[in-house]
Every structure is written in C-alpha cells, then in structure tokens.
C-alpha cells in the first residue's frame, strides 16, 4: 500500500509539473502576442533560453540552496551545496527537504524547477522591447540560480518565514512578487523603449503583433495553473488531499474567472468599451491573487478575490504607464507585483495567517528580490549595455538579435 501511495504521489508530482512546464509556452505566447511585430522572434528566444538556463542553474545550485541541510546564517542564509544534479538511487545528502517526502526527490526537483522559470518569464515580458539577449540571459543566471532560491528557502525551506507563520501555499510572493520585484529593478535600469512616451509624459500606444496569440497565452496559462496551484497539494493519494486539490481546482478557475469579468466591468465603464488586454490580464491577476491561499477560500470567495485582482491590476497598469512613465510592455509588473502582494496579504481573511508576518513576507521577498535584482544588472550594464541601441530598436530586436524575423512579410 506504501509503495502504491508513494508512486501516486510521484506521478501526480510529475504531471503538475508537467503543466506548470507547459506554462513557459503561455508566457511566451502572451508576450509575443503584445509585443510589436519586429521584436516578437527575439521574445520567443528569451523565453526559450531563460527556461533552460533556470533548468541548468536549479539543478546545479539553486536546489540544494532553497532546500539546504544547513545554514550560515540561520533562517536567513541557506548553506550552498556540494552536488552538481540529483542522485539517481537516493536524495543527495545536501538536501534538507522542508517537509516529510512522500514522493521521489527527482519528481520534486522537476515540479520545484519550472516554478523557478515562471518568475523568471515575469522580468521577459516586462523588458520586451528595448534589452539586449546576452546581458539577459546573464541576470537568469543570477536569479534562477541564486536570488529567486534564497528567498524561496525563506519560505518553502524552513527559513525564518515559514517558521513564523508566513503562508503563500503556492507562491504569490514568493514566485510572482519575487521575478516582478526583479522586474522592476531592470526596467528602472534600462527604461522604456523609444517612442513610448512624449516630452510632456503623455504615453503612446504600441500595439502588440497578435491578439489571439495573446489570448492563447492566456488560455495555457490558465490550464498550467492547476498545475502550479493543484500541485502545491503535493500528495493527491488520501481522501483528504483529495479533496482539497479539488478544491485548490475549483478556486483556482473560479478566481480567473472572476479577474477577467470584473476587468472587462471596469474597462466598459471607464472607457465605454471592452479591452480584450485587460481581459488578458484580469485571468492572470485572478490567478496571481489566489496563489497565496487556494485551498482555504469558498468558490464564491474565490471569485471575490480574483475580482479584486482584476480590477487592482486594472487600475495598478493604467496608474505605471500613464502617471509614472514606467513601460511594462504586458503589465506583468502589475500582475505578479502589486496582484502578488495582494494575494499574499488576503490570506488571513479566510485562514488563521497572521497579517503581521504575511506584510514581513512581503517586505523581505520584495527588498530582497528588488535590491540583489538591482544590483546585478547595475553590474552588468557596467560591462556590457543592456539597453538595444535606438538604431535596433527602429529596425527590431529581431534583425540586430536573433537574425529571423517572425513576420518578414509585413517589412
């Protein structure tokens, strides 16, 4: 009976992984969807290497630092590891997992792996545009392999939050909050792309290459969603995790569902008609904001979060492009951030979270991300410019970086 639970929960480890892997497609049909025709070959490859450039980093360090079996500091720093990938017969001897293993460590590498690309894909849509490939590709080393790890030991790895009370079940801060903190500190850094915005502030539209790519996107992301959030259940093998991973199902849909509805609501009103990017971007709000705690919410209450995601990520893109000039080419700044805390600090509503250590949480995740974020592509951009010249961005990331264009025909 042991041997048929644990390989029950092996597989079901395995699938949800499988989804949330097949989320990197969502992201990066999202993006090249709302991107500009010209630079869509170039978002595509982004997406491509940042993937497997996480994949590589998790598996040579980021593993053993976000589940450590010592410290240097402690609840802070995690220890770093010695082994490069995992044992093929037992869990390596650097791991300290953080909670009693009821499936094979290979089966929780691959589920923990593509949760590392998913912040990741957060900073590609946020600097589409206007950032060359290579230094890009240098800071997913750095966050992929060392900054999105330590701070997801704080939490998933027994670091101080988790020993304090600090619940994000599936990552609304600790993934989403995380790469769009990160986010952030590049597009300070590299600005926004040319053209975007006027000598008086006033902001231009740059319309994406293809709506329904977008909306595709959309859609993969929603189903890698179950995935991302029904997973986090970790076992599916009694009747109770059972029954709340359907539970973690339903609310997952349900706030989705409730994101785009209350941001198609609040574009009719304001502007008398229907925007489908906000549609976009209220399911991934929804999404976002029930992260943090999918199990707990009635399915009405879900929809009630998911609401309040959309219309706060309504409001929160409008608010950065038109009054701080701050270019997000997908809103994905406002979607995982201000959508990531959110989520986090609704948890207490419906559990017994402390609101004290959820704000912590968020402060410690967001400083931390911002800050190491900030820092390393100052460092970067010191060596080699990360802003693609005004010359590129005329004729197109996908000339000057990748060589194919995507759409040669409209030239």
């Known amino acids: 009976m042991e041997e048929i639970k644990f390989a029950l929960d092996t597989f079901y480890a395995v699938m949800a992984g499988a989804l949330v892997m097949w989320m990197a497609a969502g992201f990066t049909m999202l993006e090249a969807g709302l991107v500009q025709k010209k630079d869509v070959s170039e978002i595509v490859t982004k997406n491509l290497g940042l993937y497997s450039i996480a994949c590589i980093m998790y598996l040579a360090c980021g593993f053993v630092l976000m ?50 690309a998913t912040a990741m894909s957060i900073v590609s849509g946020a600097v589409a545009g206007r950032m060359k490939l290579l230094p890009f590709f240098i800071f997913a080393i750095v966050l992929t392999g060392f900054i999105y790890p ?16 600090y619940s994000d079940y599936a990552g609304s801060g600790t993934v989403h909050l995380c790469g769009a903190a990160a986010a952030l500190a590049v597009v300070l850094v590299l600005g926004p792309r040319n053209g975007k915005y006027n000598s008086d502030g006033s902001s231009n539209g740059m319309p994406g290459s293809n709506i329904p790519m977008a909306a595709l996107g959309a859609w993969i992301l929603w189903l890698g969603w179950f995935g991302f959030n029904g997973g986090s259940e970790l076992v599916v093998s009694s009747e109770a995790s059972a029954i709340a991973v359907s539970q973690v199902f339903l609310n997952t849909n349900m706030a989705a569902a409730g994101g785009v509805v209350a941001a198609l609501m609040a574009s009719l009103i304001l502007t008398g008609k229907m925007d489908v990017t906000m549609a976009i971007n209220g399911a991934i709000a929804g999404l976002v904001a029930i992260t943090a705690g999918p199990s707990a919410p009635s399915g009405g209450e879900a929809v009630i979060i998911g609401a309040l995601g959309g219309l706060l990520v309504y409001s929160s893109i409008l608010y950065f492009d038109r009054k701080l000039n701050l270019d997000d080419p997908v809103g994905a700044i406002s979607a995982h951030g201000i959508v990531g805390i959110f989520g986090v600090m609704v948890v207490p509503f419906t559990s017994d979270a402390s609101f004290v250590w959820q704000f912590y949480g968020v402060l410690a995740i967001a400083g931390f991300s911002f800050i190491m974020s900030l820092v390393t592509i100052l460092v970067i951009n010191k060596f080699m410019p ?9 004729e197109g990331l996908d000339v000057s970086e990748i060589g194919v264009e995507a759409y040669p025909e409209f030239k």
């Open 67 to 116: 589940y450590p079996s010592g410290t240097f500091i402690d609840g802070i720093i995690p220890s770093i590891g010695t082994a490069w990938g995992l044992a093929t017969d037992n869990p390596i001897e650097e791991i300290g997992m953080a909670y009693g293993m009821d499936y094979s460590a290979q089966a929780d590498f691959f589920f923990q792996v593509v949760f590392v």
């Open 386 to 394: 990360i802003r693609a010249s005004d010359e590129e961005q005329f």
């Open 150 to 165: 330590i701070q997801g030991y704080w939490n998933w790895g027994g670091g101080f939050l988790a020993a304090n009370g």
